[in-house]
């Protein structure tokens, strides 16, 4: 088993939920205070700041705190580990596809002897 899929598990448990992959889809536009983010889900501000709470632990986001006024942010490369794991997930086949559409391409591109 791989050494990341500790951090697999809790960034995969921390998308499971509905809201919080509405805050990261938020996020991935620009940072924003949590009155803002909060503001379209139909729950209390302690309700939501627990969503907050489980994907900051998980590593997804970041937020810092001027004065009153918290702002949280999208942390780069948090989603990277999910990439990495469908990667692995490929089967041999796909992997053979993509090389034959590699193949085809270049082909397609090469002069023919007509060309020259």
């Known amino acids: 088993m791989p050494k990341y899929y500790d951090e697999?598990?809790?960034?995969?448990?921390a998308l499971a939920d509905p809201t919080r992959r509405a805050v990261v889809e938020r996020l991935a536009m620009s940072p924003a205070v949590v009155t803002e983010l909060a503001a379209p889900?139909?729950?209390?501000?302690?309700?939501?700041?627990?969503?907050l709470?489980?994907?900051?632990?998980?590593?997804v986001?970041?937020?810092e705190k001027h004065g009153r006024v918290r702002t949280v942010s999208?942390?780069?490369?948090?989603?990277?580990?999910?990439?990495?794991?469908l990667g692995e997930q490929r089967t041999p086949?796909?992997?053979q596809a993509d090389r034959l559409g590699i193949h085809l391409a270049r082909a397609a591109a090469a002069p023919t002897p007509k060309d020259t």
Not at 8 to 13: G, K, M, S
């Open 61 to 63: 986001i970041t937020s």
């Open 8 to 13: 697999l598990d809790a960034v995969l448990r």
């Open 93 to 95: 086949a796909e992997h």
């Open 41 to 51: 889900f139909p729950m209390a501000l302690p309700s939501f700041m627990q969503h």
């Open 74 to 85: 999208l942390r780069p490369g948090a989603l990277d580990i999910l990439h990495l794991w």
């Open 53 to 59: 709470s489980v994907l900051e632990n998980a590593g």
